[in-house]
């Protein structure tokens, strides 16, 4: 790396028509609801990029300034500003938001949080930082930034720090907010196509053979992984000559357990796998490593008497030895991104600057250098840290409560723009063993940002899904194949995420902030444009054998996203279900584009064959994104999009696909498709392709209401058209049939079952008075008035 090349784009300089000045002040009016504030008594303002800030150009809105003295009175159309002129003060300064509430400097924002640096050791909750979005309708963000981004690439200590800060003042318009902060500090990036599938990961000496091994019956299993992650062991640890300290920073392979490292590497290659690398840069370079010379000569220090080369990661030509002599080699051998697992403190010789963040910041950066998507494996290192994805949450105790945390720390992290959360799924150290756990974690990954399975090197705490009860792992698997099957829906929010500011994962009142109700699930969230997913997070009830999760289910119509049962939305509920599921909602005229997996396959390229999921009741669109998965600098000419629609008219009803238009090259000639539209009743499907008649063998499926139209072979620039003429008709949900399922089940007498089914059959939705007066044990009738009263 030369630091030339370690540049982010940046516009930092505000358009002057947007600036209110004073001697010692500055007041930046960036939008309605967005105001730079700052003091120096120096009279220097900054108007360089920080390490939070990248672009301060925003169109001028309109506002109103009068002076009043030597302060200063601004309109906007969300506020009203209040400034005495002199050093900000509680009294000389406040904002009236649009929704009458005042904030005064100083105050502490009561907003709805943001995330936190790690979970290491957590076992349940950890304190957030602030967020920006608030039901008060306002927050604050501090930049204390210790560093300016020169252009050159490199950084400089910022010399006017004394009063800087950022007021988000947007009401309950959260998504708004959330969208003009990636305007202000830089838009989060496309992921490469791979990171969407599963990651395999241990702190384990592995050798050579037995990691081989474990991906061979991996395949045998028919259980798809796309990254393979090799933690710190892969270099010299334990045979580290004892004056040099300890083995946690590497570079050399260790030989013994890899004697032909570039073999193995190529092996994880031709088996369809991407390789990261564990780095603990922090004791630098010691002289038993093999670049130490090299190194060494570079850096100044005569490598005879075999003084270590410090790691320092403000010295710009340490840093450029750093990336040429150490890691680009191992990259050049077959190793994709890196690892980086620092825990050594925020400490550096420029006061104030965060050692991960400028690891994190050239890391990003740096590894893009072969033209390849840039992407690491790090943890967060403070606002602005959606730029340099992926983000490592640490290391976990194994426990429910660690489990129950992780869907609120997750969706809550969108408040700061962190959209890319990879977190220790099945949980890292410590724990006892439970199957159960284990199983609705890996649940939770699959409808998490990155699925990434990691524990700890204790030989009991592995995630292989074959080390557990039958039940639970067959779920395992069954559940990491459907990760791979989402795989062409994840990559289009992948760059809906990058272009329209949508990470993939939203609280609920994103959507709905004027309801109570959404702010009482923390648990529940938006998985993309067409999903809701609402964890199950408790053990199951032991007489049922069913868990539950409480959910808020939005306005409108909802499907279960597996069988179809049809929900009445704007309810509470508790949504009970069996280990083998997951509460996972699609909303009325839901399309969700996903890769058929039929046949084994660990591919994530763009697929020959997929599965088009849909769900009935309004009209639907979707559109399709496809590119080559991996090419850094993606252009909209890069990219191949494929529509897809949802519509009903004079009682009937259709459902097409439009040709594949721009970078077509990117996708099969032909595919297979496999259309299946749930929670319907059986009818006869007519099928057009290229506008000529195409025979298909429509089947329906009973248990899912779902009929399915299979068309093979169609060319890649031709639409496909079916239609209904009759419409689709939303089927009747089979009460008798679920309730059934759920008596079969619960541990209690057989004739308490019988005279339970008999009110069922009998009196359908109207039975659950009787029910509630008949004593049930709780679980059972909650599970029973689920079923019954979906609809």
Known sequence: MSVEFAKLKTNPKTDPGAVVRGDRYRISVLTDGLIRFEYSESGIFEDRATQIVLNRNFPVPEFQAERAGPGVRIRTAALEIRYDGKKFSADGLTVRTAGGHVWHYGEEPRDLRGTARTLDTADGPVPLGHGLVSREGFS???????????????????????????????????QECLKDFYRLCGRTPLLPRFAFGNWWSRYHRYSQREYEELMERFEREKIPFSVAVIDMDWHRVGDVPPEYGSGWTGYTWDRKLFPDHREFLGWLHRHGLKVTLNLHPADGVRAYEDAYPAVAEKMGVDPRGGEPVRFDVTDPHFMEVYFNDLHHPLEREGVDFWWLDWQQGVSTKLPGLDPL??????????????????????????????????????????????????PYFTATASNVGYGWWSHDIGGHMQGVRDDELAARWIQLGVFSPINRLHSTNNPFSGKEPWNFNREAGDVMARFLRLRYALIPYLYTMNRIASEEGQPLVRPLYYLEPEREE????????????????????EKADPQ??????LTWIPEGVWYDFFRGRRYRGGRLMNLWRPLEEIPVLAKSGAIVPMKDMTA??????????????????????????????EKADVREEDWASTPMSLKAERGAASFTIGPARGNTAVLPNARDWNVRFYG???????VRVGGEPFWSNPSYDAGTHCISVKIA???????????????????????????????????????????IYRVVCGQGREGIATLDAMGLPQALFGALCEVLSAV
């Not at 010399?159 to 947007?170: A, I, L, Q, V």
């Not at 959404?518 to 997070?537: C, H, I, K, Q, W």
């Not at 591919?603 to 009209?619: A, D, W």
């Not at 319907?680 to 007519?686: G, I, L, M, Q, T």
């Open 518 to 537: 959404a702010y009482r699930v923390p648990n529940d969230y938006y998985f993309g444009t067409e999903l809701m997913v609402s964890p199950v997070t």
């Open 140 to 174: 604050v963000m501090e930049d204390r930034s210790a560093v300016v981004l020169l252009g050159s690439g490199w950084v400089a200590r910022r010399e006017n720090p004394e009063e800087d800060f950022y007021f988000w003042g947007y009401g309950h318009r959260y």
């Open 713 to 755: 072979g169609a060319p890649a620039g031709k639409e496909i058209a079916i239609s209904f003429a009759g419409g689709l008709r939303e089927a009747d949900p089979d009460v008798q049939g679920e309730a059934y399922e759920i008596l079969l089940r619960a541990q209690i007498a057989n004739d308490r079952k019988a005279e």
């Open 680 to 686: 319907v009743e059986d009818a006869v499907p007519r």
């Open 357 to 406: 963040w400028m690891l994190n910041h050239y890391h990003y950066l740096d590894s893009g250098w072969k033209g390849t998507r840039p992407l690491i494996l790090s943890r967060y290192a403070g606002i602005g840290s959606h730029r340099y994805p992926v983000g490592f949450s640490g290391d976990t105790v194994i426990s429910w409560a660690s489990l129950k945390f992780q």
């Open 544 to 549: 049922i054998r069913m868990g539950k999760a």
């Open 600 to 629: 084994y396959d660990n591919s994530t390229g763009n697929p020959q064959r997929l599965e088009i999921r849909v769900y009935p009741g309004k009209e639907g669109h979707f559109t399709l994104w496809e590119d080559d998965g």
